[in-house]
């Protein structure tokens, strides 16, 4: 499979241009540069940074041009530092993966908001393209609902010819429903060009790494779980919280590295069948959850995302209840980092 060199061992900065208060106070305090200099003297080779269309559009698709200079900045900054960048569009108007944003599904079926959309890349490209050595597009984070996924192949390729205009070697990245899920690779739109992407994220299981989210409708707030878990313990559990990923990847005794190469098996053969680059753009584990056991499932994760060549960024560099920094992993941040770099 193709491996994505400058792409091996990232991380997410969420909550910075995305899932945040859109405030001038906020933008400019969240993140500085500083930030990337840390990520950078921690051996990581690039970044993922989500960007909602709040932050340089308004509702009506005008450009809030002054505020770019925030993504100018994050460019700027990897530059220094000799990091590449993934600029990914986490919400657009009219959709969002996380129903708390109040954006509904409008999106996919909307010729006013898929020209917003399109507005957004045409200008991303005209600004970024020239930087293709070290910047990647992704088009549209975590479309939920596999009908939706249907009406983005045509969406993304609109959006595709029109980055290509002013951008024609930056890498564009596109996954396909179930929140991009490993499990659904094989319904990404087939690859434009040799310089797409498949991106996947991977929580599984999320009984583990999302135990006691308060976002998780059936997942009690008090629930804690540890790592690794036998198949039987994850049924159980898996039902108890009435999580549906009880029904993947069980033939397996016991929850460890196996389980992640049964799961990515299929992603993995897709890649390879359609000779595209397969990147993990989210994976991680909830700071409520035990931080040894943390390191545990990011240690099997990895041997297979290494295995096979496959790059990712970690969820989250701050914060966002996954932080490695500003969360509750402060005692084991480093074994993260080593087991990210090996």
């Known amino acids: 499979m193709r491996k994505w060199e400058g792409y091996q061992q990232g991380i997410n900065i969420g909550g910075w241009l995305s899932q945040c208060k859109h405030t001038i106070e906020h933008y400019d305090s969240f993140i500085t540069e500083e930030d990337f200099r840390t990520i950078k003297s921690w051996g990581l080779d690039h970044v993922r940074l989500p960007i909602d269309y709040n932050l340089v559009q308004d509702k009506e698709g005008n450009f809030i ?16 530092n000799g990091l590449n960048i993934v600029l990914d569009m986490h919400k657009t108007c ?7 944003e109040g954006e509904g599904r409008g999106f996919f079926k909307s010729e006013k908001l898929i020209k917003q959309f399109l507005a957004f890349w045409e200008e991303m490209a005209k600004r970024y393209g020239q930087y ?54 094989k319904d990404c739109t087939m690859p434009f060009d040799e310089n797409c992407v498949y991106d996947m994220h991977c929580y599984d299981p999320m009984v583990f790494t999302h135990q006691g989210a308060g976002w998780l409708e059936d997942m009690p707030k008090d629930f804690r779980l540890s790592y690794p878990l036998t198949a039987e313990d994850f049924r159980n ?35 390879e069948d359609r000779n595209v680059i397969l990147y993990c753009g989210e994976y991680g584990v909830i700071d409520k959850a035990d931080p040894e056991a ?18 990712s960024a970690a969820w989250s560099y701050k914060a966002m209840d996954f932080g490695f920094i500003c ?16």
Do not use: Q
């Not at 041009?65 to 700027?76: G, L, Q, R, T």
């Open 132 to 185: 293709d050595s070290f910047v990647c597009f992704e088009l549209l984070n975590e479309i939920v609902d596999a009908d939706d996924n249907e009406l983005f192949k045509d969406i993304a390729k609109r959006a595709f010819d029109i980055i290509r205009k002013y951008a024609p070697l930056t890498k564009i990245m596109y996954g396909s429903y179930w929140n991009n899920s490993v499990h659904a690779v």
């Open 327 to 342: 969360g509750n992993v402060d005692s084991v941040r480093d074994k993260l980092l080593g087991v990210m770099k090996k």
């Open 237 to 271: 559990e898996a039902a108890r919280t009435n999580m549906p990923e009880v029904y993947f990847a069980l033939n397996e005794d016991c929850l460890s590295a196996e389980y992640f190469e049964s799961i990515m098996a299929e992603a993995i053969k897709t890649a």
């Open 94 to 100: 009219g959709y969002s993966f996380d129903k708390g």
């Open 294 to 311: 943390a390191v545990r499932w990011y240690t099997d994760i990895h041997k297979v995302f290494k295995k096979y060549g496959i790059g």
């Open 65 to 80: 041009v002054e505020n770019f200079k925030y993504i100018d900045n994050a460019i700027e900054w990897c530059k220094k």
